[in-house]
């Protein structure tokens, strides 16, 4: 079973690489725009991030600090979703996309990253 969430830790990494990639390509390539490549990040990650929040047959009972940090986790992923997907809403109608959408998306994903590392 250990084996089984390790997998899932993995994944979990590997969208936030996608969604954090996807954007440090954009705003250092200097086009600053959201691409679906961020979309793609935010759902694996939030997938990922769903299961890792299942008990997987721990031995000890998570206090309410650990379900305070899930909650935190969930909001700010869903904030950046809704930058990204604001974004991309905008792009589709020829507008320009907020510097603090951008910047926001970016931001929050290494808060987010932080959260997960630091908060215990």
């Known amino acids: 079973m250990e084996t089984l969430r390790q997998i899932v830790v993995f994944v979990h990494i590997i969208g936030f690489a996608v969604l954090f990639g996807a954007w440090a390509a954009q705003a250092f390539g200097g086009k600053k725009q959201f691409t679906a490549l961020m979309n793609y990040g935010v759902a694996i990650a939030a997938i990922a991030g769903l299961a890792l929040a299942a008990p997987w047959g721990i031995s000890w009972t998570p206090g309410a600090s650990f379900y305070i940090k899930i909650t935190v986790k969930l909001v700010v992923l869903l904030i950046i979703g809704a930058f990204i997907g604001i ?16 910047w926001g998306v970016g931001v929050l994903t290494l808060v987010n990253a932080g959260i997960g590392l630091l908060w215990h």
Do not use: D, H, M, Y
Request: net charge positive; proline share 6%.
């Open 87 to 102: 974004g991309i809403a905008r792009q589709k109608r020829n507008e320009t996309v907020p510097s603090v959408l951008f």
